[in-house]
Structures are given as C-alpha cells and as structure tokens.
C-alpha cells in the first residue's frame, strides 16, 4: 500500500512539473506573439483630387474616394511600426468655365509597398499616429466629361499632342487619431510622374479624410 502511494505521489509531481513546464512555455509564445503582433485595418472616405503644376494654376478641386486594406507589424515595443496597404483610389479634377464645367477623374488600383508610422499614446485609449510611406498606382478607366461630351485622358492626351500616363508613383504623409480601434486619418498624397507628358509638369496632388477600424 505504501509502495502504490509513494507511486501516485511521483505521477502527481511529475504531471504538476509537466504543467509548469507547458504553461512556461505557453506564455512563452504568447509574448512572443504580442511583440510581433500584426494588425490588420481596412480604411477609407473622401478624397480632394486636384493637380499641381504650372498649367494646372486654373485647376479646382474634385471629390473622389480612397479605400484600403492594410495592416501594421510593431518595430519594438515604443510604438514604432512598418506596414503596408492596398485597394482602390481615385485621381481628377475640375475646371469651373462659364459654359458647363469640365469633371474628370480617373479610377485607380494603388498599393504602398511600404509606410513607417510611431504611435503616441495620449491616454489608455487614445493615441496619435503619424506616418509617412510610398505608394504606386495603375489608372484602370478614366472620364473627362464637359459640353456634354465624356472623353476618356487618352482621348484627351491624343487630341492635345502629349502622353497620358496612366502609371504614377509618389510620397503619402498623414497623421491619423485612434480611438480603441477606431481611426480618423488625414493624408497629403503627391504623385512625382507627370500625368500628361509634356504638358507643364502636371502630377497629381491629393488630400485624403478618411475613417477606418483595426481588426
């Protein structure tokens, strides 16, 4: 009888020394998790179009939109992170004449292969976000619409002697306020490819509102 307890007894240590061990090892990997936690977000809202250059003075702004599927990868542990997001955009502006005004927006996919960005907690719950990253972008349709006749921005390239690039790669700088996992990101987005070759140097010049939830 003595025998069979002092044999329980080392079973009943053994399985509590495996329990520590697993349970250390679970914890473990869950911290190492955390430090390396991925968040994923999806973002979007209106987008303020326009056109900078010397023959792009007369030029108004357009609304368009700007929806994104991201994520971000922390950079140690201060708030520092990398990330990067893509989805669909849009480019354009407006000319305001005294006969009907001339609209024209272009439809784009865009990815930003890379952003950096530091979050500064302001409360538990509350942080500041600012970031600065690339992006690129491919023009899928386009419209010019004006005197009741829609063109498309090759049209419009053909009929005034230049190149139409539908391709165009740039700088995006924001600063964005969460809330939980609630954001509110304000973006300056400028395209360094001309859009019309020969045409004044016109790039694209865009100013993004936008809301998002992380996930």
Request: glycine share 12%; charged share 20%; with cysteine.
């Amino acid at each position: 009888m003595k025998k069979l307890l002092s044999i329980i007894a080392a079973l009943l240590i053994c399985m509590g020394t495996q329990a520590q061990i697993v349970s250390s090892r679970s914890s473990i990997v869950r911290t190492e998790k955390q430090s390396s936690n991925t968040q994923w977000f999806v973002r979007g809202g209106m987008n303020l179009m326009n056109l900078s250059g010397d023959a792009a003075e007369d030029l108004k702004s357009k609304m368009g939109y700007n929806v994104m599927l991201g994520f971000t990868k922390n950079l140690g542990a201060q708030g520092a992170y990398w990330g990067m997001d893509f989805g669909l955009t849009s480019r354009g502006f407006k000319v305001e004449g005294e006969g009907d005004d001339i609209k024209s927006i272009a439809h784009a996919v865009q990815v930003s292969p890379f952003t950096f960005g530091w979050e500064f907690d302001v409360t538990d719950a509350i942080s500041i976000d600012p970031h600065i990253g690339a992006f690129v972008s491919c023009d899928y349709t386009s419209k010019m619409k004006g005197d009741g006749e829609d063109i498309s921005w090759s049209d419009f390239a053909d009929y005034s002697g230049v190149d139409y690039n539908r391709f165009d790669a740039g700088l995006n700088l924001g600063v964005g306020v969460w809330y939980d996992r609630f954001n509110l990101d304000f973006s300056y987005q400028r395209g360094f490819i001309d859009v019309f070759t020969d045409l004044d140097g016109v790039k694209s010049s865009n100013f993004m509102i936008r809301l998002g939830v992380a996930f």
